[in-house]
Each structure stands twice: as structure tokens, then as C-alpha cells.
């Protein structure tokens, strides 16, 4: 491969993960959308876009291991490469992640998710996510900072969020008939709102992933 061409892959490379990273935030904002206005049709799309996303990442690996083996980067453009692969496995595990928010959407009750505000929530998160590929996509070092710091204030969200269902359980006095229903639905609010918080942890790996590949700066990684 000549200088150009090896050039151009590792362009090819980046606008490949930035592509993906598009995919999956639509599938995440789909499935928000799902979640909270109770569409199961469209909880159906995600689940089955998932083998989509599944498969753009299996391709994609295969081209960072490629990458490695026959160019056999250094320096910089192997963090590049390195970075780009480590990043594609946050992006597959957010779609994943969205895949449960379809199917909590599809076995809940739109009306305990709306009753604690999941949907402010899921904005922050997509949010984030969104500014880590940018970071990516600008090899933005402060950008990836500001992630970073930002990360603490979601995790109190979240944290705020699931003392919240806990609280309107232990006040609730339903029906024994009623018990089950309620137990199932609180439960997987618990996990709408694990699952976020795990995208918002995705969101920093993007974020630490990138410095590294800038700087070779390792101290966002954990």
C-alpha cells in the first residue's frame, strides 16, 4: 500500500466510526422515544436494527486488525488505529444498551417511566455521547476534559432518579392484585436508568479513548 493509500484508510477509518457512531445515537434516540411515549412498533425497529449495528462492528474490527497487521502503525497513527478500535466497542455496547431501553418499552408502563422524568435523563446521556464523538471527530483534548467532568453530575442524576422509585414504592399501598404489576415496573425503571448511567460511562470512554489517541494521555482511562 502506498503513503496515500495508507492515508486515506486511516481516514476511511475515522469517518467509519463516526458513521457508526450516528447509527447508534439514532437507534438510542429512537429507543428514548419508544420508552417514554410507550411505542412498542417502533421498540421493534431498534431491537431488530440491532443486527445492524452488530454487523457494521464486526466489519469495522476487521479493518483496525488489518490495519495493524499489514501497515503495522507506530506512533501516533497506532493510537489512532487503537483508539478507533476501542471506541467502535463502546459504540456496539451503547447499541446494545439501547436494545434493553426497546424492550423495557416494550414489557412496561409508559406512565411509572414519565412519572420520574427518565426522559431528562436520556437527553443528558445522548448529549454526551454525541459531544465524545465530536471530541473524536475533532481530536478535541478539552472537549473530552469537559466529558469527563460532567460525568459525575449524571451519576448523581441517576442516583437521585432511583432513590425517587424507591421512595414512591415504599409510599404506594397497592392492591395485592396490583403488587406484581408494580413490582415488574418499578424494576425495570431501576434498569432503564442502570442502563443510562452505562451509557454515560460509555460516553467518557469515548472521551479518555480520544485524549490517549491526541496526546498519548492515559489520564481519563479506567
Known sequence: MSREAYRESLDELRADVESMADGVLWQLRRALDALEGGDRGLAREVIEGDERVNRRYLDLEGDCVELIALQQPVAADLRFVVASFKILTDLERVGDLA????????????????????????????????????????????????????????????????????????????????????????????????????????????????????????????
Do not use: F, K
Open 99 to 222: 436494545t434493553n431501553l426497546a424492550r423495557y418499552a416494550l414489557a412496561g408502563s409508559a406512565d411509572v417511566v414519565s412519572d420520574v422524568r427518565v426522559g431528562g435523563i436520556g437527553e443528558t446521556v445522548t448529549g454526551q455521547l454525541r459531544a465524545a464523538v465530536d471530541a473524536y471527530a475533532d481530536a478535541d483534548s478539552e472537549a473530552c476534559r469537559a466529558i469527563a467532568d460532567r460525568d459525575d453530575a449524571l451519576d448523581a442524576a441517576c442516583q437521585n432518579a432511583s432513590d425517587a422509585v424507591v421512595r414512591e414504592l415504599i409510599a404506594s399501598d397497592p392492591d395485592r392484585w396490583e403488587i406484581e404489576r408494580l413490582l415488574d415496573d418499578v424494576s425495570r425503571l431501576l434498569l432503564t436508568i442502570r442502563d443510562l448511567e452505562r451509557i454515560g460511562d460509555h460516553a467518557v470512554n469515548v472521551a479518555a479513548r480520544t485524549l490517549y489517541m491526541n496526546d498519548g494521555d492515559l489520564e481519563l482511562v479506567y
